[in-house]
């Protein structure tokens, strides 16, 4: 590792990885991992690619009204238009590098369908596109000369100096630091501030919380999407997905008593959007006082299921269900951020140099609700347009120096008190999910506060488990404060 980059990019998923190869050989690059770079939200990713690439079928002013409808059409128009127009591109260049997307007999890329979506334009690898994408995407950046990969790494402070950045780095309990003109945050979602969630171990807002103590704008992190079917596996704090696709391709949803309900709520059924399916499933869990529900595609050819959703399958069978002969039990939880780390149409923060992408950014392109397999796309475009932008600043700026380095953060201190993330994730999970309870906003934020408080002046060792709690408090209280002071969603 350098003393001084030109970009250090935090955090190792589609969105960090992809900007990471854009850059040209004569610009030095960081990446940063919290854990094993195939660690990552990303990687759980199953469903595909949301992309026009059949334009005889598709269009972009199709694409661009699913986006809208789904998203309560509090997109940012501009940015929608960006993302759908220069999206395939990106997607032709995964399959360049590599990534092995599914085909059909012809040749052409299979594409399927998924809730919201007015035509087949999602394409995938099998049920596993997010891992297949980033393996691929781990092989390309290794190869770049002038990149340089730190796994199991942490950052836990960020300084501004005048021209760029001093970051603060704990590896295996060592304190390291680095400098560098720019930075990428590409950190993903927030899925461990609740108590059941498809994010990965690792999804605790720590890039959010960093760029909110730097000063950058957060904006909308109270826009949550909780997905309607994740494994209902007992007491699993991480619930592993049964994609979009399932429904997608014929699965039915079912309440305790075996009968399908969703169009009771809608008239688009299952493939209504997910906050909408969601909705309708806490609403009949009231209604028939159970959280007993299930996926039913076992209408559907048994081979048919295995090679369509091999991981899924595979998954089940684990738990103890053939989706081929059983019905899979689910119930919706925390998936997905819509807001984040607001950025422009450059992926740029209010901070001179910061700039994010992914999941933890805030581009306005899912509105109030995302719109299935547009994340992967948009972590793909805005990244590369992040990369492209520091690129064209270093060209027209050059590289000035950063100054002397700010003094570390001491790691020594006191021990942090247990429990403090537990009692975070249930206060989360009992006054936001799905069907939100405004009575409880204000208590909520006062007892979260209470706790940012404690971490910030307890003088605490820093520590993995110090840092990531700090997150997690940060970000349920920017999350608990929207909603108290009734900022629209």
Known sequence: MKKEYDVVIIGAGVAGLY???????DISVLVVSKREFQLSNSSLAQGGVAAVLDKDHDNFKLHIAD????????????????LVEEGPSDVLALKEIGVEFDTEASGELSKTLEAGHSRHRIVHHKDSTGKAIVDKLIEAVMKKPNVDMMKNTLVYEIDKVENGFYLGLLQDNKIIQTGSRFVLIATGGI?????????????????????????????????????????????????FLISEAVRGEGAVYLNCEGRRFAFDYDKRGELAPRDVVSEAVIKESIKTNSEEFFLDITHKDPEFIKKRFPMIYSR??????????????VFPCQHYLMGGINVDINAHTNVEGLYAAGECSHTGVHGANRLASNSLLEALVYSRTAAENMMYKLEKYGRKPLGAPPKLTETGGNKMPSGIRTEIREIMQDTYFVIPKPEK?????QRVDEIINMLITGKFQITSDYVEARSIAIVAGIILDELREGINL
Do not use: W
């Open 19 to 25: 900007a990471a190869l854009q850059f040209d050989d």
């Open 67 to 82: 986006t809208l409808i789904a998203g309560k059409f509090k997109n940012n128009l501009s940015v929608v238009e960006k």
């Open 191 to 239: 899925g461990r501030i609740y108590k059941y969630t498809t994010n990965s171990a690792i999804a605790t807002g720590d890039g959010i919380a960093l760029a909110h103590m730097l000063g950058a704008e957060i904006k909308h992190l109270s826009r949550i999407q909780f997905h309607p079917t994740a494994f209902a596996a007992e007491n699993a704090r991480e619930r």
């Open 316 to 329: 089940c069978l684990e738990e103890g269900i053939d989706m081929t002969k059983d019905k899979i039990p």
């Open 441 to 445: 906003y204000e208590i909520s934020f």
